[in-house]
């Protein structure tokens, strides 16, 4: 029987639970698990905003978890040309994308070149948008008392 080889690709910025979670389910589902890592331009490019680690250091952190067998630096938008890059069976992704449009459009793209879709409980408590904006916060309070403080 053939390896089965799982894809779970994300920003893994501002790393946490949720990516950890998402990683173990994947690796508990396939033989060989290859963790994408999208790269800098592609997330200012798709998202709008440039990440808080950089590319380099995100690649690093999820290299060396011990349940992802191999990287991949995912620098275009398009999830088939990826597959077409890698060559994989399974696409792991968080459940919030169940139902949705962008879900459904993915799993009929994917279904179309025989790769199955598998979602996972997302992490609701934790998310890297919330630990940003919690960042943001704390730098605009930080910038508030540095100018109090000046004023004094």
Same mark, same amino acid.
Not at 57 to 82: N, Q, Y
Not at 107 to 132: D, N
């Given at each position: 029987?053939?390896?089965?080889?799982?894809?779970?690709?994300?920003?893994?910025?501002?790393?946490?639970?949720?990516?950890?979670?998402?990683?173990?389910?994947?690796?508990?589902?396939?033989?060989?698990?290859?963790?994408?890592v999208?790269?800098?331009?592609? #997330? /200012?490019?798709?998202?709008? $905003?440039?990440? !808080?680690?950089?590319?380099?250091e995100?690649?690093?952190?999820?290299?060396?978890? %011990?349940?992802?067998?191999?990287?991949h630096?995912?620098s275009?938008?398009?999830?088939?040309?990826?597959?077409?890059?890698?060559?994989f069976?399974?696409?792991?992704?968080?459940?919030?994308?169940?139902a949705t449009?962008?879900?459904?459009? #993915? /799993?009929?793209?994917?279904? $179309?070149?025989? !790769?199955?879709?598998?979602?996972?409980?997302?992490?609701?408590?934790?998310?890297? %948008?919330?630990?940003?904006?919690?960042?943001?916060?704390?730098?605009?309070?930080?910038?508030?008392?540095?100018?109090?403080?000046?004023?004094?």
């Amino acid at each position: 029987m053939r390896a089965r080889i799982g894809y779970a690709g994300g920003a893994f910025d501002l790393f946490h639970i949720g990516h950890l979670n998402l990683l173990r389910h994947a690796k508990a589902n396939c033989d060989f698990l290859i963790a994408g890592v999208v790269t800098d331009e592609m #997330l /200012e490019l798709t998202k709008g $905003a440039p990440p !808080v680690v950089p590319f380099a250091e995100r690649l690093d952190i999820v290299r060396h978890i %011990t349940f992802v067998d191999d990287v991949h630096a995912e620098s275009v938008p398009d999830k088939l040309d990826t597959w077409r890059e890698v060559g994989f069976d399974l696409y792991f992704k968080g459940d919030d994308w169940r139902a949705t449009e962008r879900g459904r459009r #993915l /799993e009929a793209e994917f279904a $179309a070149v025989g !790769v199955e879709v598998v979602y996972f409980p997302y992490t609701v408590h934790t998310s890297s %948008t919330t630990l940003r904006l919690a960042l943001q916060s704390l730098n605009r309070g930080g910038a508030a008392q540095h100018r109090a403080a000046e004023a004094e």
